[in-house]
């Protein structure tokens, strides 16, 4: 049994941050994670594993597709699964292992095995029970499954599996057409496979400026995948091949089936806080399994607080990090604060999808007064000359004030131009403050200045 000011379940990037912060700010810290390696569902089966995947299959496509055209002849590289696989590892491998040297170095305790909360103040794990003056919930998320269906993690596959699979199929179809399902499925379709995406929505990445997901729905359906959209999944089951996905379409009722060698299930993720004992405690709990917490991360039990995914919010890596930090801050009697308005969203495939703060539909629906500043990658110099015309970058701003209100971009290397934007709304500027800052020639990110100068007197390019 060892005393500490502070323990943390889970260290995935919330529980990680949090116990490096904490122990920073001189609080006895221990992390309590039941993995092998550290880094959560993110560096393990997540952000980090997909990133690598998207990466080697992105480099292919380039070889394929755009090398000849710049006079790059020579045989083309195929594809050796288990070295990619084994390559997927090494990153996966690499970022663990650094998370393990950055509790050594700032001296925090990993206390390895599952962890429960007997009793306010006190953390179990294995037959040790460990006293803190604080206790931080950071356990995660886990995949989401349809009622009914199976998953064996070789056929049926959640993210995980689709991380692993043994072979490339030759056909997959995905349940979902949120960022994972998309993510993967463009690994997949750029390994030769068939893709399906069949969604329960009319539209694919729910909740994204719905400009941009058309625009993107185009550039995948170009890539080769395929959208059935609008359609319930009725029953997923094994066959002599590999699986069957059956539907009915919402607007008629019509049925219509699909069988594939591998079916990956992304329909979302839930909080997972099992075995914590939160319901003897007494904890109060939020919608869909969320625990519930206030803005200072607290729950209703004094000295337990929670973070990440197993709270409301987005369930995004750098969100939960943000959280860690801020818990930490908090719990060492400083001041942390997460400002919810202004968190990215990426999505990793070629070309990448970025957006922050506000859509369209958001502004129209709060029936606020507002001007659209567009831009397309095709008049960027930089992107052409490197096959990436595609998409465009679409700033929001308030039609008195001029505030940025959101941007949406579609197009190369949009995940990084993002944080330009994201800066510029910590600091509440307007458009023109972009429009009259002078980027570098020739950068993706001209296409954002040209944007904001579209909000104003007139991009010059266009
Ligand atoms: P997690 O990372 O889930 O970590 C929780 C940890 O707690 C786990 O390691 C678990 O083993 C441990 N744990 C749980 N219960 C206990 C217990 N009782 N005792 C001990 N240990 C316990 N987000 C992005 O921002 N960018 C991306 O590109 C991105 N890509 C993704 C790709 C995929 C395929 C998936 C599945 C997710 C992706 N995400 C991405 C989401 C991101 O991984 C999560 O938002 C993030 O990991 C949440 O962090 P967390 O610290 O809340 O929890």
Not at 140 to 167: M, N, Y
């Amino acid at each position: 049994m060892a005393e500490f000011d502070v323990i943390i379940i889970g260290a995935g990037p919330g529980g990680y941050v949090a116990a490096i912060r904490a122990a920073q700010l001189g609080l006895k810290t221990a992390c309590v994670e039941a993995r092998e390696t550290l880094g959560g569902t993110c560096l393990n089966v997540g952000c980090i594993p997909s990133k690598a995947l998207l990466n080697a299959t992105h480099q292919l496509h380039e070889v394929h597709e755009n090398f000849e055209k710049m006079g790059l002849m020579g045989a083309k590289p195929t594809v050796d699964w288990d070295r990619m696989l084994r390559y997927k590892d090494d990153v996966i491998a690499g970022n663990t292992k650094g998370i393990e040297f950055l509790f050594k170095k700032n001296k925090v305790t990993w206390l390895k095995g599952w962890g429960s909360i007997p009793a306010p103040g006190q953390v179990k794990v294995g037959d040790e029970v460990h006293t803190a003056k604080n206790i931080v919930i950071a356990t995660g998320s886990e995949a989401s499954v349809l009622p009914g269906i199976t998953v064996d993690e070789e056929v049926i596959v959640t993210s995980t599996g689709a991380l692993a699979l043994p072979k490339i199929p030759k056909s997959m179809v995905v349940i979902g057409a949120g960022v994972i399902g998309l993510e993967m499925g463009s690994v997949y379709a750029r390994l030769g496979a068939e893709v399906t995406v069949v969604e329960y929505l009319d539209a694919i990445t729910p909740g994204m400026d719905a400009e941009v997901a058309k625009s993107f729905q185009r550039i995948l359906q170009k890539q080769g995948l395929k959208f059935v959209l609008g359609a319930a999944v009725q029953v997923v089951e094994k066959t002599a091949k590999g699986a069957k996905v059956t539907w009915k379409l919402r607007k008629d009722d019509s049925a219509g089936e699909i069988e594939a060698d591998v079916v990956l299930v992304a329909t979302g993720r839930r909080p997972y806080t099992a075995g914590l004992g939160l319901e003897a405690l007494g904890v109060e709990m939020g919608p869909r399994g969320t625990v519930k917490t206030d803005d200072h991360f607290r729950t209703n039990v004094p000295g337990l607080y929670a973070i990440g995914d197993a709270i409301a919010g987005p369930m995004l890596a750098h969100k939960a990090e943000d959280e860690g930090m801020a818990v930490a801050e908090i719990m060492a009697g400083k001041y942390g604060h997460v400002n919810y308005g202004v968190i990215p969203g990426v999505v990793y495939t070629t070309p990448e999808v970025a957006t922050v703060g506000l859509t369209e539909e958001q502004l129209k629906d709060q029936g606020r007064a507002y001007k659209v500043g567009k831009f397309s990658f095709m008049a960027n110099a930089r992107a052409k000359a490197v096959f990436q015309g595609e998409g465009f970058v679409k700033m929001l701003a308030d039609k008195e004030t001029d505030r940025i209100l959101g941007c949406h971009i579609i197009g190369p290397g949009a995940g990084d131009l993002i944080h330009e934007i994201c800066v510029a709304m910590e600091f509440g500027a307007a458009a023109q403050d972009i429009a009259l800052t002078c980027h570098a020639h020739p950068t993706y990110s001209e296409a954002v200045r040209e944007a904001a100068l579209a909000c104003g007197d007139g991009a010059i390019h266009a």
